[in-house]
């Protein structure tokens, strides 16, 4: 096993293991105080000193022949342990006059540990491929739902641990519905699923979910973020860009279960493949989703080299989970990656024949930059049946398209994009895997070397991001950084397990999502107990179920949704909600078609967020405030904060009192007493059935409002949004219960996922 726990501990990051592992113990250590100095990177480097390979660790001291940094099975002679747990300023490490963090007296025990038992080195986790670990045996056996409980109840069980019970179904439900589906479920669901008693009810409702249209939708929501999707160009003028097709097609992908390898191969290099067909080449405008500038007097060069950055910068973040932009500029200071390297990768992507600047802000011919394919009337009736053109107009879009000249890559010294160094040819970094010279020296080569079954990194990140989006956070929490610096998995056996499961199984993404769901590891009710918020606060154990709050887009669909606003149109051009007005006017250049804020009206008004128009010099500011990405770059793991404007948000926005509105309206409507009614908004927001003690506080608070309410003040509340208000309706009557509707979507729960 990668890493072994013994005992129960109150502290399970303060552990001391039987035996000490120089990846999972000591290089965190070494990375975090000493790699700064004594690391990867030459240039930084002090004393002649190198700690990140054995060969040089072991080596005497450069100015003490007779002294070495490390002796094996002997810390007192060990100058790194003498070093590091002296109290002498004038020797210790790392230096008192540095702003780097002296090691802890535990790390110090780990070191000395690690020493007397032979201070191995092994190569960095993330660099081995993974392999198929056995499924562990654990005592509880009734316990286990599939392979992952097994990991997960495993390690329980060391540390004294026991899990949840299961989540009660309602809560189950809609945690399952959003998770699939980034929606609530309907009452009708909601009733159907607590009446089957059968073995398969929860199995039957996964299923259902998984073959929703609204499942696309929802897994494209991360990708988004990965591919640095978004309605505008960005830089100062931030001019309109016609890249929604390339949207609908990875929400056609998903729903198609396309295998993430294929997933994957057609973005990087659709355009290369032989035979290429329009939906392949689509495909590849997620290396065009970069900004661009439409800006006159810029330098040509120097933004056609950003634009190569970037993408080389996403591919290592979003693909290879690695903090490959830091060789950008100077070998990297912490992972094994060279500046050569770098500019090896760079070079797959050096040949797109694109100019760093084509035009500057003008009509529907700057909406999509060179290269480009334009999608026809009968491409959508036929390959492209799945792009929601919505007129006969032109529509283009941006893709990859290499020049027919090759262009020479050279290391760009300091990172400048005018200052050459050597010439570099295409390559990959060798920590990782080396590229094979039987590979095509393109982005299809660099795609076939990305999954070869030796490459260590493509299955884990992927199935670690996607393990993220169901437990809140990665089984490696620094999900875009899996190097010498990120951390470490908290089950390693597990996410190698996962991930050659994955490949075993041709890369279906669709299978993987149903092990993760279908496991009692994530049924477990999300309560947690005083002992294990004590021993652990962050369930790395995993022994309660994920709890968070919504992604910015999901507040939003849960409000339409459970009003009975939401239009479930499919894909589709982009469309510009309610928004405070005055913003886009204060930021830009007022040049273009984004110049001005163009409100949408009718259907379009309740789409989706995840089709709200993305500007990137003004990103939604509903999103923001929910801590959506504005898209400038490549995310692979968004923020999650808690602020008074969020509140402030939910208690104002247009779009949250026009639901509450729309759905009292309805209420009023069906026949029945306003017991009832309140109950049933209940149920459609929080999903779940009220209490007696929350249901007799909502209908008093309806019955309070009722006497409060006068015509006039009645008229103040219900003006708002532009869904026609019904006129055979009471006014103040209606005004009451929206009150209390929009009282309950400003629940914590209406928002929140457990």
């Given at each position: 096993m990668?890493?072994?726990c013994?005992?129960?501990?109150?502290?399970?990051?303060e552990?001391?293991?039987?035996?000490?592992?120089?990846n999972?113990?000591?290089?965190?250590?070494?990375?975090?105080?000493?790699?700064?100095?004594?690391?990867?990177?030459?240039s930084?480097?002090?004393?002649?000193?190198?700690?990140d390979?054995?060969?040089?660790?072991?080596?005497?001291?450069?100015?003490?022949?007779?002294?070495?940094?490390?002796?094996?099975?002997?810390?007192?002679?060990s100058?790194?342990?003498?070093?590091?747990?002296?109290?002498?300023?004038?020797?210790?490490?790392?230096?008192?006059?540095?702003n780097?963090k002296?090691?802890?007296?535990?790390?110090?025990?780990?070191v000395?540990?690690?020493?007397?038992?032979?201070?191995?080195?092994e190569k960095?986790?993330?660099?081995?491929?993974?392999?198929l670990?056995?499924?562990p045996e654990?005592?509880?056996k009734?316990?286990?739902?599939?392979?992952?409980?097994?990991?997960?109840?495993?390690?329980?069980e060391?540390?004294?641990?026991?899990?949840?019970?299961?989540a009660d179904?309602?809560?189950?439900?809609?945690?399952l519905?959003?998770?699939?589906?980034?929606?609530?479920?309907t009452?009708e669901m909601m009733?159907?699923f607590?009446?089957?008693?059968?073995?398969?009810?929860?199995?039957?409702?996964?299923?259902?979910?998984?073959?929703?249209?609204?499942?696309?939708e929802k897994?494209?929501?991360?990708?988004?973020?990965?591919a640095?999707?978004?309605?505008?160009?960005?830089y100062?003028?931030d001019?309109?860009r016609?890249?929604?097709?390339?949207?609908?097609?990875?929400i056609?992908?998903?729903?198609?279960?396309?295998p993430?390898?294929?997933?994957?191969?057609?973005q990087?290099?659709?355009?290369?493949m032989?035979?290429?067909?329009?939906?392949?080449?689509l495909?590849?405008?997620?290396?065009?989703?970069?900004?661009i500038?439409?800006?006159?007097?810029?330098?040509?060069?120097?933004?056609?080299?950003?634009?190569?950055?970037?993408?080389?910068?996403?591919?290592?973040?979003?693909?290879?989970?690695?903090?490959?932009?830091?060789?950008?500029?100077?070998?990297?200071?912490?992972?094994?990656?060279?500046?050569?390297?770098?500019?090896?990768l760079?070079?797959?992507?050096?040949?797109?024949?694109?100019?760093g600047?084509?035009?500057?802000?003008?009509?529907?011919?700057?909406?999509?930059?060179?290269p480009?394919?334009?999608?026809?009337n009968?491409?959508?009736k036929?390959?492209?049946?799945?792009?929601?053109?919505?007129?006969?107009g032109?529509?283009?879009?941006?893709?990859?398209?290499?020049?027919?000249?090759?262009?020479?890559?050279?290391?760009?010294?300091?990172?400048n994009?005018?200052?050459?160094?050597?010439?570099?040819?295409?390559?990959?970094?060798?920590?990782?895997?080396?590229?094979?010279?039987?590979?095509?020296?393109?982005?299809?080569?660099?795609?076939?070397w990305?999954?070869?079954?030796?490459?260590?990194l493509?299955?884990?990140v992927?199935v670690?991001?996607?393990w993220?989006?169901?437990?809140?956070?990665g089984?490696?929490?620094?999900?875009g950084?899996?190097?010498?610096?990120?951390?470490?998995?908290?089950?390693?056996?597990?996410?190698d397990?996962?991930?050659?499961?994955?490949?075993?199984?041709?890369?279906?993404?669709?299978?993987?999502?149903?092990q993760?769901?279908?496991?009692?590891?994530?049924?477990?009710?999300?309560?947690?107990?005083?002992?294990?918020?004590?021993?652990?606060?962050d369930?790395?154990?995993?022994?309660?179920?994920?709890r968070?709050?919504?992604?910015a887009?999901?507040?939003?669909?849960?409000?339409?949704?459970?009003?009975?606003?939401?239009?479930?149109t499919?894909?589709?051009?982009?469309?510009?909600p309610?928004?405070?007005?005055?913003?886009w006017?204060?930021?830009?250049?007022?040049?273009?078609?984004?110049a001005?804020?163009?409100?949408?009206?009718g259907?379009n008004?309740?789409?989706?967020?995840?089709?709200?128009l993305?500007?990137?010099?003004?990103?939604?500011?509903?999103?923001?405030i929910?801590?959506?990405?504005?898209?400038?770059?490549?995310?692979v793991?968004?923020?999650?904060?808690?602020?008074?404007?969020?509140?402030?948000?939910?208690?104002?926005?247009?779009?949250?009192?026009?639901?509450?509105?729309?759905?009292?309206?309805?209420?009023?409507?069906?026949n029945?007493?306003?017991?009832?009614?309140?109950?049933?908004?209940?149920?459609?927001?929080?999903?779940?059935?009220?209490?007696?003690?929350?249901?007799?506080?909502?209908?008093?608070?309806?019955?309070?409002?009722?006497?409060?309410?006068d015509?006039?003040t009645?008229?103040?509340?219900?003006?708002?949004?532009e869904?026609p208000?019904?006129d055979?309706?009471?006014?103040?009557?209606?005004?009451?219960?929206m009150?209390?509707?929009?009282?309950?979507?400003?629940?914590?729960?209406?928002?929140?996922?457990?």
């Amino acid at each position: 096993m990668l890493q072994a726990c013994n005992h129960a501990s109150s502290n399970i990051d303060e552990q001391m293991p039987d035996t000490v592992s120089y990846n999972f113990n000591i290089r965190p250590i070494l990375s975090d105080k000493c790699y700064k100095c004594h690391g990867p990177d030459a240039s930084k480097r002090q004393a002649g000193l190198r700690l990140d390979e054995p060969v040089a660790a072991f080596k005497a001291l450069k100015d003490d022949p007779n002294a070495h940094v490390l002796v094996p099975g002997s810390p007192e002679m060990s100058e790194l342990f003498r070093r590091v747990s002296t109290s002498d300023t004038s020797e210790m490490m790392p230096p008192a006059n540095s702003n780097l963090k002296r090691l802890t007296p535990h790390e110090v025990d780990l070191v000395k540990k690690w020493i007397k038992q032979g201070a191995k080195f092994e190569k960095h986790w993330a660099f081995v491929p993974p392999k198929l670990w056995p499924v562990p045996e654990v005592k509880d056996k009734a316990w286990p739902k599939n392979e992952i409980d097994h990991f997960i109840l495993h390690k329980q069980e060391q540390y004294g641990i026991t899990p949840n019970p299961e989540a009660d179904k309602e809560r189950l439900l809609k945690r399952l519905s959003f998770d699939l589906t980034g929606l609530p479920p309907t009452i009708e669901m909601m009733d159907r699923f607590l009446a089957d008693k059968s073995a398969n009810a929860y199995k039957n409702v996964v299923d259902e979910l998984l073959k929703s249209p609204a499942y696309g939708e929802k897994m494209t929501l991360h990708w988004l973020d990965v591919a640095r999707y978004a309605d505008s160009h960005g830089y100062q003028d931030d001019n309109y860009r016609t890249q929604w097709p390339w949207r609908d097609w990875v929400i056609h992908a998903f729903n198609e279960n396309l295998p993430y390898n294929k997933f994957v191969t057609w973005q990087l290099a659709g355009d290369l493949m032989p035979g290429a067909t329009k939906e392949q080449l689509l495909a590849t405008g997620f290396n065009r989703n970069h900004k661009i500038t439409e800006e006159g007097g810029v330098i040509n060069e120097e933004y056609r080299v950003a634009y190569v950055t970037d993408r080389t910068n996403t591919f290592g973040k979003a693909l290879l989970g690695c903090t490959i932009e830091c060789a950008h500029c100077h070998d990297h200071k912490y992972d094994p990656f060279s500046q050569k390297e770098y500019y090896q990768l760079f070079s797959f992507f050096n040949q797109v024949k694109e100019p760093g600047i084509q035009s500057t802000v003008g009509g529907p011919e700057t909406y999509a930059k060179r290269p480009l394919m334009q999608i026809s009337n009968s491409d959508v009736k036929s390959i492209l049946k799945f792009v929601n053109k919505q007129d006969t107009g032109k529509l283009i879009v941006s893709v990859m398209g290499d020049s027919e000249v090759y262009r020479k890559t050279y290391v760009l010294k300091r990172g400048n994009y005018d200052t050459h160094g050597d010439e570099v040819l295409p390559g990959t970094p060798k920590a990782i895997l080396p590229f094979d010279n039987s590979y095509p020296k393109n982005r299809l080569g660099l795609a076939e070397w990305l999954f070869n079954r030796k490459n260590p990194l493509a299955a884990r990140v992927f199935v670690n991001q996607t393990w993220q989006e169901f437990f809140g956070k990665g089984i490696v929490k620094s999900s875009g950084d899996f190097g010498m610096q990120g951390d470490l998995p908290s089950h390693p056996e597990l996410l190698d397990w996962l991930s050659v499961d994955f490949m075993n199984h041709g890369w279906d993404i669709k299978r993987l999502v149903k092990q993760l769901v279908m496991s009692a590891t994530y049924r477990q009710s999300a309560v947690i107990s005083a002992d294990k918020l004590k021993t652990d606060p962050d369930n790395t154990l995993l022994s309660r179920g994920p709890r968070s709050r919504l992604p910015a887009e999901f507040v939003r669909d849960m409000v339409l949704a459970s009003s009975g606003l939401l239009t479930k149109t499919i894909g589709g051009p982009s469309v510009n909600p309610y928004q405070p007005p005055g913003l886009w006017e204060n930021a830009t250049s007022g040049r273009g078609l984004l110049a001005n804020y163009k409100q949408v009206h009718g259907p379009n008004l309740y789409r989706r967020g995840m089709y709200t128009l993305i500007k990137r010099t003004v990103p939604p500011v509903e999103m923001a405030i929910f801590d959506a990405s504005n898209r400038d770059q490549c995310e692979v793991k968004r923020l999650r904060t808690n602020t008074p404007l969020q509140a402030l948000l939910m208690e104002n926005d247009p779009t949250v009192l026009e639901a509450a509105r729309v759905l009292a309206a309805k209420l009023l409507q069906d026949n029945s007493n306003s017991n009832a009614k309140i109950y049933k908004a209940f149920r459609l927001i929080i999903c779940r059935k009220p209490n007696q003690k929350e249901l007799a506080i909502l209908t008093g608070y309806y019955n309070d409002e009722l006497r409060a309410m006068d015509k006039r003040t009645a008229a103040k509340v219900l003006n708002v949004g532009e869904y026609p208000v019904p006129d055979n309706l009471n006014k103040v009557t209606l005004a009451a219960m929206m009150q209390v509707v929009d009282t309950i979507y400003n629940m914590e729960e209406a928002i929140t996922k457990t």
